[in-house]
């Protein structure tokens, strides 16, 4: 458990949203954590190989890859997430677009996907490794691709997410 990165991500991720969300100065308790928040920042982005936004809300159990190499900037990440390697989630960056996006619960994202601008990946929605993103997706939907398009709707992500498996061809749909 002490050589998992994500969790280490995710412990000083929680850390610092508490430190964000609570700002009690005159609690000797704070200002420890907020000493934490800071080793712990150094810690994600020199041990980890990854950062996360201290603003973004992360609800419940998320699994966030080992190998690391996460830059996360999203608003919200749901319950039952799955993120594996190499991903990168926040601002807009062409002609100064400043959305964040919004990641649904159950979302299977593979490695090496750019979700980037004001969008939401709707719940249960999987994202194929490689994909770059700029539009919101539908829940149960399965997008791929550079752009990123819809290639499968009413698809169910939960042996991928059980499994931690990458998926490369989903193959044809059969609807």
Same mark, same amino acid.
């Given at each position: ?20 969300? /609570? ?13 934490? /928040? ?58 100064? !677009? ?72 989903? !193959?044809?749909?059969?609807?």
């Amino acid at each position: 458990m002490l050589c998992n990165r994500g969790l280490w991500l995710l412990t000083f991720h929680r850390i610092a949203y508490y430190c964000l969300v /609570q700002r009690r100065a005159r609690s000797l308790r704070w200002w420890g954590l907020r000493l934490c /928040q800071s080793l712990g920042t150094w810690f994600s982005v020199l041990l980890c190989k990854s950062a996360l936004s201290a603003d973004c809300e992360i609800d419940g159990a998320v699994y966030l890859a080992n190998r690391g190499y996460i830059v996360c900037g999203a608003r919200t990440i749901g319950a039952g997430s799955l993120i594996h390697e190499r991903c990168t989630f926040g601002y807009t960056v062409a002609r100064g !677009g400043e959305g964040r996006p919004h990641i649904g619960k159950r979302v299977w994202i593979g490695p090496n996907c750019i979700i980037a601008g004001s969008l939401t990946v709707g719940d249960g929605a999987t994202v194929l490794p490689g994909s770059f993103l700029t539009f919101s997706v539908p829940p149960a939907a399965v997008v791929k691709g550079n752009p990123a398009l819809i290639v499968r709707t009413n698809f169910d992500n939960s042996s991928l997410r059980r499994s931690l498996a990458v998926v490369e061809d989903l !193959g044809p749909d059969p609807s």
